[in-house]
């Protein structure tokens, strides 16, 4: 017999969380700030970061709640995290993909535990081996070798505004990314992607690509192994 394991509302709410402690250690590792400014935790029984300052965190926590929102619509498809200098050039990008359960099947029933869904300890297992392999990323990556600030991107299953920024007379909390901040078309020539890790739950698929930009290589092709 099949196991009943995890709602999809309950799957999208712990990636959101999860997706909080990814932005956070990118930013360790990769130095947008100095390492003091960090607090060590852990995560899925592996070491992660965390911001001491509060309105990195406040920022962040933030822009995690707006897209654990479109993820629980099924219409996040992509994140990325742009690490570039300070006249915004990007220097790497962190490309986090989202795959998804044919929503139509679980339209109504998103609280429903769902069978074959992993459950919360087999999740936990999951994830801990993607920030295992996060956190070894910064030994096989180039330095860094100017100052840098990053930028979230999010990128939409329909292309269209994310929800939130939908149907209120507010200043919308998302504004359009710049054409350099996100991935080229499959059709068109851009840096090697390297392929990091994927993490299958069957509910919401994640899979997390990175990509050194020629503005930090100076070069087409990189020869680093992952």
Known sequence: MSQVGLSYKETADALTSFLEIVIHT?????????????T??????????????????????EVCSLIGKELERGNARRVTV?????????LERFIIDFGYLGM???????DVPLTGAPT?????LLLRAFLIRLNALDSQLLDNTVETTF????????DLEPSSNQGTDETPPWIPATKTDVLHPSNETHEPL????????GVIDVRLMVQECMGKTGVEKLDIGI
Do not use: M, N, W
């Open 26 to 38: 990118i930013l360790c590792i990769r130095s947008i700030y100095p390492p003091h400014t960090f």
């Open 40 to 61: 060590r935790r852990k995560a899925h029984s592996v070491p992660v970061y965390q911001s001491r300052h509060p309105q990195v965190r406040q920022y962040i926590a």
């Open 82 to 90: 742009v690490v570039k200098d300070l006249k915004g050039i990007p």
């Open 104 to 110: 139509g099947l679980i339209d109504g029933k998103k």
């Open 120 to 124: 919360s300890d087999e999740l936990s």
């Open 151 to 158: 930028a979230i991107v999010v990128e939409t299953s329909d």
């Open 194 to 201: 390297l392929h990091v890790k994927a993490v299958e739950t």
